[in-house]
């Protein structure tokens, strides 16, 4: 069996130290810079989920206003205002004056 002298064993144990050390480095960079990337995705999600909430938001209150103008379009009143406003007709003994011509 030969042996093989201290200070060759003690050089090859840095190398090994270096090269797991550049290996583990190197993965600590890949690892950041994909969390670095991920953070970014977050961030743009988040944005993006408030945005739609707020799109949400008016879109339930256009659903409202709709649903409003839906109970007013059954009224009386309304009929009223598009029977004058559109069809230019007038209650029984009401009188409209136009500006006259010149």
């Given at each position: 069996?030969?042996?093989?002298?201290?200070?060759?064993?003690?050089?090859?144990?840095?190398?090994?130290?270096?090269?797991?050390?550049?290996?583990?480095g190197m993965l600590l960079a890949a690892v950041?810079?994909?969390?670095?990337?991920?953070?970014?995705?977050?961030?743009?999600?988040?944005?993006?989920?408030?945005e739609l909430n707020r799109e949400i938001a008016?879109?339930?209150?256009?659903?409202?206003?709709?649903?409003?103008f839906e109970k007013y379009t059954k009224t009386?009143?309304?009929?009223?205002?598009?029977?004058?406003?559109?069809?230019?007709?007038?209650?029984?003994?009401?009188?409209?004056?136009?500006?006259?011509?010149?």
């Open positions: 069996m030969s042996k093989t002298p201290a200070f060759r064993k003690k050089k090859q144990n840095r190398f090994a130290c270096l090269c797991i050390a550049i290996v583990v950041s810079i994909d969390g670095m990337r991920l953070q970014d995705k977050y961030n743009t999600y988040l944005a993006r989920e408030e008016a879109e339930e209150k256009r659903t409202e206003d709709l649903k409003e009386k009143k309304y009929v009223e205002e598009v029977a004058e406003s559109k069809l230019g007709l007038v209650h029984d003994g009401e009188v409209i004056f136009k500006p006259g011509e010149e």
